[in-house]
């Protein structure tokens, strides 16, 4: 019996120790989260993040080994769990055009309702190879579901594929610059469609559909746990057939 509660009690203080370790984790990806969304990655130091996040500078190095890797943490806590939830609705869907107006509307739509995040990428923007791995596969696998199926136009798809990034920041940047009365994300992906080949009329058509909800990142994980290994490993949703252009959705 004596043994029974020595070892509940034990396994209750590794319990609270690792909750407390994940929540100071959890406290310096989010002080240096907002600490680079207003200066950008280069110009915060240790220092600065461990004070945010109200941590010594000793403590920092219990979670990571130096600041690259805490920017690293932050990219995958604000962006790539974005991406992950995104890949989650837009899994099923047969319409690529839909797929690209999805997406784009909920990467705006995000710099709208949390402009932290908004200036976060931003300020990253090109100069960080951890943000490009994490959004350009993404839009370069999506384009080319487009036009595999015919639904796009796109002569040169790597080339397309860095227009749709950096055409993303520099609306999220306008945005944030302006007085933000208007949330710009259905225009957004309009212009997204028209550039890449659709017309105005099948592009506003697309975006005048529902836009589908994120689900949390968990539930997120749990469908794309789901996916076929093959899935996985191309990071490739399965090729369509052309279609003529006189048949393609509106």
């Not at 070892?7 to 240096?32: F, H, K, P, Y």
């Not at 259905?186 to 550039?195: G, K, N, S």
Request: proline letters at 5%.
């Amino acid at each position: 019996m004596k043994s029974d509660i020595a070892q509940a009690r034990t396994g209750s203080e590794v319990d609270r120790r690792a909750r407390r370790q994940a929540a100071n984790r959890q406290r310096l990806i989010d002080a240096a989260h907002i600490l680079m969304a207003e200066l950008g990655a280069e110009s915060v130091s240790i220092e600065a993040i461990t004070k945010r996040a109200d941590l010594g500078v000793g403590t920092f190095y219990n979670y990571f080994n130096s600041r690259d890797d805490l920017v690293d943490a932050v990219i995958d806590d604000a962006v790539e769990s974005l991406g992950t939830r995104m890949d989650a609705v837009t899994k099923h869907m047969d319409d690529p055009a839909e797929v690209v107006a999805v997406s784009v509307r909920h990467l705006m739509g995000t710099a709208v309702s949390d402009p932290v995040w908004g200036w976060l990428v931003v300020r990253l923007g090109l100069a960080h190879s951890k943000l490009i791995a994490t959004m350009v596969p993404r839009a370069t696998r999506d384009l080319k579901l487009g036009m595999d199926s015919g639904r796009f136009n796109i002569p040169y798809l790597e080339m397309a594929a860095d227009i749709v990034f950096g055409a993303l920041l520099s609306a999220i940047h306008t945005y944030l610059k302006s007085d933000r009365s208007r949330d710009p994300s259905v225009l957004l992906a309009e212009y997204y469609l028209r550039m890449l080949g659709m017309s105005p009329k099948q592009s506003a058509a697309v975006c005048a559909r529902p836009l589908p909800r994120l689900p949390d990142l968990e539930e997120a994980r749990r469908i794309g746990a789901r996916e076929s290994p093959a899935e996985k490993d191309s990071c490739n949703r399965p090729p369509k057939r052309r279609t003529p252009r006189s048949r393609q959705k509106q």
